[in-house]
């Protein structure tokens, strides 16, 4: 189906714009594929909370989550299948576990240093299929990336909410996951993917 999709959209591009060249075209695939990814699994995601009757819950943390995930980036799946299932424990399961978990400010406290370094550190974390190359806007995600942590930290300290506070708290500590070095080596996936693209452009 995706690639149906994908085909299709791609002729229908080409049909329109003769002249586009093949790299705009690869461009506008990745895209295309990372649209239609995101709006299946959406579906299948909402629909799973619609039976547990935690619709509000799982939107909450997607929105924190992607937050911080728009500008630590982190690791892709390799496969649509384990996307699906990964995202689902990731926007199912921890909501669930945001609701009933208490968590003392002391505890949210250290959490929030360890992450707050931890993203600092690691992020951005790119993909051999886009790395993100150029050193200034490395260092505006990193920077984004640790005031957005922080920020969270700060609110889940102050926030009333026990759920709201834990999404704050959860959602860097998933992103840690995703961009962390260790994670990449253990789904056999390459890290700091622009170094080895400047390599690659300097010798050709």
């Excluded at 579906?43 to 819950?57: F, G, Q, S, T």
Aim: charged share 15%; glycine share 2%.
């Amino acid at each position: 189906m995706k690639e149906y999709v994908v085909k299709n959209s791609l002729c229908l591009i080409k049909k329109y714009n003769p002249t586009i060249d093949q790299i705009s075209l690869a461009e506008i695939e990745y895209g295309l594929v990372g649209i239609y990814l995101t709006v299946t699994k959406s579906i299948v995601i909402l629909l799973i909370a619609c039976i547990l009757k935690i619709i509000p819950e799982v939107i909450i943390f997607m929105i924190i989550f992607n937050i911080i995930r728009t500008c630590s980036f982190g690791l892709h799946a390799t496969k649509s299948w384990i996307c699906l299932i990964s995202s689902i424990l990731i926007f199912v399961l921890f909501p669930i576990v945001c609701q009933y978990i208490n968590l003392s400010n002391d505890i949210k406290f250290i959490i929030g240093i360890i992450t707050i370094f931890f993203i600092y550190k690691n992020s951005p974390a790119d993909t051999y299929k886009r790395p993100i190359v150029d050193p200034k806007r490395r260092k505006i995600y990193q920077l984004l990336s640790t005031i957005i942590t922080t920020i969270f930290t700060i609110l889940a300290l102050c926030i009333n909410s026990n759920f709201l506070s834990n999404c704050f708290i959860f959602a860097p500590i998933v992103e840690c996951f995703l961009i962390s070095p260790m994670v990449y080596k253990i789904f056999h996936l390459p890290y700091n993917n622009y170094k080895t693209y400047l390599a690659r452009t300097n010798i050709s």
